[in-house]
């Protein structure tokens, strides 16, 4: 069974501070990783997508991927109310028509 | 650039009763993909299309669901008999090819009683 572990959370921390959001996989052949952000009844929505070792950065947002430990994070700079919601760690199944194996999420509330 | 739709948005029916629901993905995309998603929990992957041909079912419970995805572009997710498990929030996704980022519909929020 291939596996994406997050901490479910909840994660909280204030307005204006950085939020780190961890996750872990066990599939050693999966090459691609992406954060999805879903408020409460909401559908999950892309936020960032990395491939390759090292960070990538897309405005508030830093994704970082070591392949060798097997983990990816998401950092989101000046935290604001608006960004708590559920960030689900998903990593793309490259044995089964690249299907997105998700972790369960792990819930961000930023406090004012 | 429209989003990827799915009807309805709601649905309340009684356990061993049918159900369908209908994804058109955004235009373009080749690969259309159907989660479960139980509260509380990731989305789970149940079916895959590419085109309109099958890439995975394999988390397919085959005996009550059943998918198809006629002429490559709408798809419709079938349960019969639905079971009070079954209650969940079914999302259908889609990527222009198969190793691309996916993107989401609203999803069908399904609740059996």
């Known amino acids: 069974q291939k596996e994406v572990e997050q901490n479910s959370g909840p994660l909280s921390v204030p307005e204006g501070a950085i939020a780190s959001l961890n996750c872990t996989y066990s599939?050693?052949?999966?090459?691609?990783f992406f954060w999805y952000r879903q408020y409460s009844g909401k559908s999950p929505e892309l936020i960032m997508s990395i491939y390759s070792n090292g960070d990538k950065e897309d405005g508030r947002f830093t994704a970082q991927l070591n392949k060798a430990s097997q983990y990816v994070s998401l950092l989101i700079r000046d935290s604001q109310p608006s960004d708590s919601a559920t960030y689900l760690c998903?990593?793309?199944?490259?044995?089964?028509?690249?299907?997105?194996?998700f972790g369960k999420g792990t819930s961000l509330l930023v406090t004012p | 650039e429209a989003g990827v739709a799915q009807s309805p948005r709601y649905k309340i029916i009684e356990k061993r009763q049918s159900v369908a629901f209908w994804c058109n993905p955004i235009s373009g995309h080749a690969t259309l993909y159907w989660y479960q998603q139980i509260l509380g929990q990731g989305p789970k992957l149940l079916i895959q299309f590419q085109n309109n041909g099958v890439v995975d079912d394999s988390q397919l419970p085959k005996d009550r669901f059943s998918a198809e995805r006629l002429k490559g572009v709408d798809s419709t997710l079938k349960i019969q008999p639905a079971k009070l498990e079954d209650s969940a929030v079914y999302l259908c996704?889609?990527?222009?090819?198969?190793?691309?980022?996916?993107?989401f519909g609203d999803g069908t929020r399904l609740s059996i009683l």
């Open positions: 996704a889609s990527s222009r090819d198969f190793n691309q980022p996916q993107h």
């Open positions: 599939d050693r052949g999966s090459q691609s």
């Open positions: 998903a990593a793309l199944d490259s044995n089964s028509g690249y299907a997105l194996n």
